[in-house]
């Protein structure tokens, strides 16, 4: 066997990294723990999509070769930062210990992220973005990776205005090289990333790839690109509730819903502006397959929750002759443990789409999106099915 | 114009006559008033899957065309139960008053059910038979229907125990000639309707043509049946929300529901023997999709809640690295205005499939079920594309 | 026996009006045609807490005695405005009718409201606080009155910004007598109310007779008032279960809550300078029992709802060793149904306050209110306890 | 400083010990671990009712001077079975270690339970008392021990068929002298207690002391008891949402409640005849303030919940004129957390009792239990002012 294993026999995706942005945050974490978990026979594949029978035979990366880098604002050590997780009931006691090395190793790849006030010696957009490069490049060159997709997982930021720059890559690269900053930072990454020959996915609502300069970039250099805004918990019951009322024919009238959510992501969402950015993508499931629906989001910081989430959504519905009826739910689910397994699938699913030559938007990455890049498919029974059929045409490729 | 008119202008299913048992209870009154409603113009279609832009062009018969009889054993006039349920707030107020002329037809189509101690002028069961064939006769000949269906909408039934009668046609009616009775209620009338030429659906979890020799009759007689047991609230949700769970990998480990339910309904799921069919047939969706879950399903009488059922449904399921988290549910519904568009939706069909040649049971019906005949798909998306697809090929029929 | 009767043979009310500003609304309606439905034995005192066995004794005036009038600013007729609230399913159907000379005999007392820009020929608020005074005094007079007790059940206003007028009562007199408006019209409504010698109960939020100036005015007259904000639904179970927390010295972290309502309030509460209002008075009964504690208040407009309101709460809360719990509920009330027979407990208890010569402010009826006047309690047991004392002492009173 | 030291400076309760039946449980491993950590200044006294300001200076016994030890029929060591409620969340990581100490004390003061089938060398169950006393008296002489609660925290048994040597002491002891077991083991287990001049506390629904015989024995002995089944957690709620609905002439019609309990006490009540006298218990405080209610109460095991419980409760009640309304919670609680601060509580109360003189059943520490020994009041506030004044009392004794 070759110095790249993968699930199958077949075609192999060759050794792929995965560079996180936000590395040291709670999902990060939790996937370089998983992947080191799951390489050990530590712990089952519970929660990855990507390693149901369906997905068998398509050529992916196996999780355990997975190899980890990223970059980061803060420097709170990943073994630290995995026992916080532990105390926390998001890991299993015992477990960071027991993957210490593999933490070692993902953290001596974690690099300083770009910093919202660009500093003194980097005084241009284009300027950062190169010194991202440059890493991204001795992080593949180091581990002789065969590809490396990057994905974000960093603080989600507010929608940007709009700028002619935006529109086409020559004017982008112009301002780019200019004293303004002009790219939010999830779209620098994704620049950054691109113009490193890295596939992009954006895990976040923020604008990362998702102006019409950058999809131009991707195109050209025949790189793919995913996102966003991954669908972990709340949206992913209104994937499939929508739906089931649709088909029986049954008119929503309003659509309510409440979020309390504690850790870093919480308290980052009650900023307005950046909620957002986030309450749009979670509404955006429902008027896709109901037509439009009265009612409110709210998200709300609630610290004494730690890393765990709780939604409650009211639906309020009429069925024949006109009687009204009423659908609640609540879900209790820990973001990082829904999250982490979603950005190992990403990021095998990706780096197999970049191998075999997919360029642009991945619209049959949308099943993990709130806000799926290239579709408008929201029904996750559909989404699921286009995902099987677009993985199997993987497998068949070189 | 003919005499028929159906939804769209190609073929057309022909005067159609639909006739339940257990007519003059919640659903089957519900079922009347909406069709004369729609006829009207009273009412839109909310609720009735038959009549989403899917299904045109399938020949289904027009709802205002459908003619409604049936059997039951109490005496309550339609009206006056209709008034009732609009007190109750499963009608519109002011809405039975305005299809009333649509009432006294149907009601002047019910007959007597058969009692369940065999009447002394009718010992066999053979008998009783003949009783029901001779009603669906008349009721055809006196409308001149093209096909009559007739829907069980009665009292759910314990499973009866297995015997050798069930097995082959020949045994059966020849035990039913005998003095001792040999099927429950359900059974005898699902015999009936088929040596009357009708098809037959089944909305409740009773026995009805799911035996042996009964299947073989069907089939002889080139004539179709459906079933079993509605699926109106707690199920259906547990049809889109295990598919769910199974697509993204998460280990359901605990799936606890109580039901809560007032009227008849309730009343006899009371009787531990009967709601023995009816627990066994919800939980039966969940083994299907996801293997086997612990968890105990309760059925309450609660008289206060009348025609209304509240479903808790509790979820403990692990995510990434065996993290448990919880998903709960309410569905708070009018049982009536849930199930009567579907019995008219199933009669639709049945009356299309009948016409169209299609005979035995009809597994493409299973999305209307929690325990689909000849089918053991329980997952609502694949179920809606199987009906889809099934509807078209009628459409395309003569 | 004389021309008034009281619910038992001891010291007597007197005959009692109610005057209620919004008496068009939904609550006024309410308590209008349950108050006649009491008197007719046409229904039960389900609701009347004035009626339970504790308050036997104290002389308050008979429900079916009191008499009815009020100001609103719409124009719908009582028996119309009944009739909808019965198709909502607020009043049981055929009730409205069976009451009918009961709403007329109200709706011929309901006088044109305040209108909120002055009209040209009241410049100032002094003329139309005496245009106020001359339709009570009217009221008394034509009905022989002992006294009148006015409700005001208008919609919630913002809080006024504080004014030196408000200090005391000859500046505020002063100040009405110019130009320009003083004060907002519930505190325009509880000055002409206390100067027409009636009591004044605010069953909202607004300013009422909260003003130093006004709070001087009852005193000097003698007379009494109460408030506000009327205890229907979520704050009511806040008040039992924050002091079962306190009591078992468990640490509730954070108190989340989401209120969902329809019909004309949830339209008003859209605007947020007035749902700042209502939701401190929410949350302040929280801090007033377990100290500080996180959480956020929603209250969304959901007008499919109609006359009813949902609320969740979620409570985040640690026990022994710091171990964190949850406890949610959600509240399905009809809130007209909740608050009518509040104000015609509230009605009686004041009338009976004015007549055993209390003034000023009754903390006692604080079991009544989110807010209440002159108590920082809010403990819904301790409320009862001494409104239950309170009243015995009226009891005993000439 | 004298060799006790109590919570203030008057009259103290002398060094108290702390028999626990079932000593190795969840219940038991977490008392003994919170009081230690309380004592360590580890913790907080969260959860701990004796320790709020109310009941100061009543003279209990530190939390940090109890001296513990039990009976239990298995082996597992303490330090062990800390480890793994640990694990499970149950208590803080790390925590039990901190401890190791005085779980090894409590640990060495462990004794064999009375095995249900007796053995050869004790066949009768006087044999088997005296047994128990030997234990009892051995611990309180090694440690100078003032006073000794015996508290039952063992699994709960099926009520007992009532027998004519219950009624009176002298026909018990002849029984008990005899061949043939007489009493459950929790009776037993109590009269060894009061033969042991302990005072004695049931916090299980089982029978107890609370057969006539030995409530005869405890008032000769001038000995307190206290019972039954701690009340942590549904039907905690139920003690004041009852009085809600009741202060508010609210009309309960039905009340249904669901729970779902993992650990060892779910496995006990999956046995019928066991559930029985846990249902029982858990309606009896609806009944008691609001009249008959119908619905059922359903206890389910569910495994994968731990030493977690979650309780759905669904309540319909009627308000003015009869509109039907409902209110749902669920409680999602730690068991064990939950119980064992009331442990302690139940101790220090029961001990200060006993040497203040307090003879047979203490109806004043009825807030703690769902069925309370010498008493009918279910209102958890009036309980608490019940328990506040007798606690008092106490304090003043010498």
Known sequence: MGESSSQDGGATAGRTGVWLIGARGSVATTAVVGAAAIRAGLAPATGL????PEFHGCGLPAVGDLVFGGHDIVECALDKRAETLAEHGVLPP??????GPALAAADAEIR?????????DQPSQAGQADRVRADLSGFRA????????VVNLSATEPQPPPRPAYARLAELERALAGPEPVLPPSSLYAY??????????????????????LDQLARELRLPYAGSDGKTGETLVKSVLAPMFADRALAVTSWSGTNLLGGGDGANLADPAVAASKTAS???????????????????????????????DHIRFRGFLGVAMTMQFVWQGCDSALAAPLVLDLARFTARAQQAGRAGPLPALGFFFKDPVGSDEHRLSVQFDALRRWAAGLGAAA
Chains 1, 2, 3, 4 share one sequence.
């Open 94 to 99: 015992g477990l960071p210990a027991l993957v």
């Open 192 to 213: 950054a990333a691109l113009r490193a020959g890295c596939g992009f996915v954006d895990f976040t609502p923020s604008a990362g790839a998702r102006l019409p300069a």
């Open 112 to 120: 300083p992220g770009v910093p919202a006030p660009a500093p003194p």
């Open 49 to 52: 999509v990507s390693e149901l």
């Open 282 to 312: 979670k509404q955006q499931i429902l008027a896709g397959t109901l037509g439009p629906v009265a009612g409110a989001v709210h998200i709300d910081f609630v610290p004494d929750l730690g890393d765990w989430k709780t939604a409650w």
């Open 142 to 149: 180091r581990h002789r990776l065969d590809q490396v997709v």
